[in-house]
């Protein structure tokens, strides 16, 4: 099993550019996260599903968007990049009872 | 509301010595509490997670933590530190709902001094 895998690993965007983070899971797990990690504040919620169709906003949803059209793929789009938006972003999944994490992806916006 | 929260940003031990970090949340329902541990560069990896059976819990790389619901505390420990274990951990909690959402506390980076 791989997984939770992400990509890419790195990015850098000019402001105003659009981009997609694409996180998948090949452990058939329902429940998938995303989350961005700034230094000294821990991990913030962006969005999450709860199975194929279904997704939600979590704690930091504005600027960013989710689909969740298959189990395995949860991809985060980022439309009109900010530099408030330069983070660390890691993809989870969970089947209930923890959340396995992908390796990250670092995005820089200049 | 549920949080958690983990006591020093920093900790500092010498190689050998007792580890100790510390966690305490609040919850009106019980819980189940977890322990990530952060490599540089790297995601977070699960150390140990209680979930309502034994009250200590013992986890990867010698690391173990004890569930103290009078004190809602959840510090994790380790009798001898190594040089590999400095990494940021994270303390963690859940209420096993529909959506299994974790509540993460701020990391506390944990420094080995030789």
């Known amino acids: 099993n791989a997984g939770v895998t992400q990509t890419p690993k790195f990015r850098i965007l000019k402001i105003g550019q659009s981009m997609t983070l694409q996180c998948a899971q090949d452990?058939?797990?329902?429940?998938m996260y995303w989350y961005r990690q700034d230094p000294g504040m821990g991990l913030k919620l962006i969005y999450y599903?709860?199975?194929?169709?279904?997704?939600d906003k979590g704690e930091v949803p504005n600027g960013y968007n989710v689909s969740r059209s298959t189990t395995e793929d949860f991809p985060l789009r980022l439309e009109l990049a900010a530099p408030s938006q330069t983070s660390v972003y890691f993809c989870?999944?969970?089947?209930?009872?923890?959340?396995?994490f992908g390796p990250g992806t670092r995005l820089t916006v200049l | 509301a549920q949080s958690v929260t983990q006591l020093g940003s920093h900790v500092s031990v010498s190689e050998g010595a007792l580890v100790l970090l510390r966690c305490n949340y609040s919850?009106?329902?019980?819980?189940?509490l977890f322990w990530y541990v952060q490599y540089p560069n790297q995601g977070l990896q699960l150390l140990l997670k209680?979930?309502?059976?034994?009250?200590l819990v013992k986890g990867i790389n010698g690391f173990e933590a004890e569930f103290k619901k009078s004190e809602t505390s959840f510090h994790l420990t380790k009798p001898s530190a190594h040089m590999s274990d400095a990494a940021e951990y994270f303390c963690?909690?859940?209420?096993?709902?529909?959506?299994?959402?974790?509540?993460f506390g701020k990391g506390t980076r944990l420094h080995i001094l030789p």
């Open positions: 989870a999944s969970s089947s209930g009872g923890g959340q396995f």
């Open positions: 452990m058939n797990h329902n429940y």
């Open positions: 599903s709860v199975g194929a169709g279904i997704t």
């Open positions: 919850s009106s329902v019980p819980p189940y």
């Open positions: 209680y979930t309502s059976a034994a009250t």
């Open positions: 963690a909690v859940t209420f096993m709902n529909r959506d299994d959402k974790i509540i």
